[in-house]
């Protein structure tokens, strides 16, 4: 290709993008010619699931865009091949007014007033100037109101499209993003709406935490350096075997009791890690589409899944296995953080295995910040809620980020995302993350007595001068005392 070839190239992508009809047309448009979403998605060069986004509301961008607006447009005609109606006589151009035709208006999500731009399937004003959510007071309760995709109160935002892949394309701007204080407002809201019943307002708010959570990621990501693929092809062991069995990825999660305990009756203190999912954001995640790739090597800057023989480990009366419990021997699939504890524990420093063997991998380039700003900002919240002795905030951001974790595979509560590497990642780190606690507590002289799930650490000793206590994510507090073995 030539420079001018590319010039032309570059300039026909830059035109304006090709109009699509509503996600519910787009359906019924590809059902009505008895297609499935493989077939189509064969044909655009995307996956199904990233088909099925766009019949979700997503959007397209790019390329791929202008294949779905073609495939889109012949299907309407195939179904419904009338000639256009005939055209007006060409004469004086009317004169322009401010009245357009289209929907009847209706209330707009953020201020009230009569609108007729949709956004995401919501109407809205799209131009701030015309938005007047700052004088208008709250609608009255609708006999079944529509879910509000802007739950957490924010300034208007430009449309999020998703690129070719399924990539949530973050707006360039380096404003911030003032979460804390949209979660505030989202509190203060419930309570009103609940009459100050806190445990409706409680209630009210973990229902909606998904929807609020995704709504807060958006806003986190504005001016983020990587974009969000939200809809990758995912390969066959990420997905469940059968419709309530699971997939092929074995989370290391840890379920561990100390066979034997040293001579004589001993007080063992149960503690309760704080915040365990939310620390576990904090993670190396992959960014695109997993690719796959075999060998005995381990790039850092990738992360993602690996078919791995584990080591042997020799120290279960003491210190839990780091892939958990799992009886049957050879090859299985672990993901990143697991795969990095035991390539740390098998370092020189530690000494405590010999490496994996690691047979294949589906991974893609990776960062540790991807979820960096959407944790700070419900970490924030959190210690807030906690230091104002604030448990409606509480119990909210608890559910967002636990359930944000928790419905990112096949899920029918988030649609936004669908990312099951990442939510076995992020259990995965978590699971990790206990275990260097428990390796901690080990190594300052501590007796641990048992390690279970993500958050509960059983150990004998002063415990005080390993771990802080408190509410805090960094600190642990106390779940539980009893005693075992006699004098």
């Avoid at 448009?29 to 979700?56: F, K, M, Y």
């Avoid at 390690?451 to 539980?480: Q, Y």
Wanted: charged letters at 25%; proline letters at 11%.
């Amino acid at each position: 290709m030539s420079d001018f070839d590319a010039i032309d190239a570059l300039l026909a992508a830059s035109g304006p993008e090709a109009e699509l009809p509503p996600a519910e047309e787009r359906r019924a448009l590809r059902d009505a010619l008895n297609l499935s979403q493989a077939q189509v998605a064969r044909a655009i060069g995307v996956s199904p699931t990233t088909v099925g986004g766009w019949e979700s509301g997503r959007e397209p961008t790019g390329a791929v865009r202008e294949k779905y607006a073609y495939f889109l447009e012949s299907a309407r005609t195939r179904l419904d091949p009338q000639p256009p109606a005939e055209a007006e006589p060409v004469g004086e151009p009317e004169p322009e007014t401010d009245e357009q035709p289209g929907p009847e208006p209706k209330p707009c999500v953020l201020c009230g007033q009569p609108a007729t731009d949709q956004l995401e399937g919501f109407t809205q004003h799209l131009d701030p100037a015309e938005c007047g959510q700052a004088d208008a007071a709250p609608l009255p309760p609708t006999p079944a109101p529509a879910p509000n995709p802007h739950i957490i109160p924010t300034p208007v935002p430009a449309p999020v499209k998703l690129a070719p892949t399924g990539r949530r394309a973050a707006p360039a701007t380096n404003e911030a993003p003032g979460t804390p204080d949209a979660i505030t407002r989202a509190v203060k809201d419930a309570l009103a709406a609940n009459e100050g019943d806190v445990d409706a307002a409680t209630a009210a708010l973990v229902k909606r935490a998904i929807p609020d959570a995704m709504a807060l990621l958006d806003e986190t990501r504005k001016g983020g350096r990587y974009d969000i693929v939200a809809h990758p092809w995912i390969p066959d062991i990420l997905r469940k075997q059968t419709s309530r069995g699971p997939d092929q990825i074995w989370e290391a999660r840890p379920k561990w009791t100390r066979p034997e305990l040293p001579q004589g009756a001993h007080e063992v203190t149960a503690l309760d890690i704080n915040g365990a999912y939310l620390s576990a954001l904090k993670t190396h995640l992959p960014i695109g589409q997993l690719e796959h790739s075999t060998g005995f090597g381990h790039d850092r800057r990738r992360a993602g899944v690996h078919l791995v023989t584990p080591p042997a480990w020799e120290h279960e009366d003491v210190l839990p296995n780091p892939i958990g419990n799992r009886d049957e021997p050879g090859p299985l699939w672990i993901t990143e953080p697991t795969l990095r504890l035991l390539l740390r524990l098998s370092s020189p420093k530690y000494g405590l295995c010999d490496p994996p063997t690691i047979h294949e991998s589906y991974t893609s380039g990776a960062t540790e910040g991807l979820l960096e700003k959407f944790r700070i900002a419900l970490k924030e919240a959190r210690d807030r809620a906690i230091g104002e002795d604030d448990e409606v905030t509480l119990e909210y951001v608890k559910a967002m980020y636990s359930k944000f974790v928790a419905t990112m595979g096949e899920s029918n509560y988030n649609r936004e995302l669908y990312r099951p590497d990442w939510m076995h990642l992020i259990r995965s780190q978590a699971f990790s993350n206990l275990w260097m606690k428990a390796y901690k507590a080990y190594d300052e002289g501590l007796t641990v007595v048992r390690a279970m799930g993500t958050d509960e650490l059983h150990v004998i000793g002063d415990w005080r001068n390993v771990f802080p206590e408190g509410r805090s994510v960094a600190e642990v507090k106390v779940k539980d005392r009893y005693t075992v073995g006699q004098d």
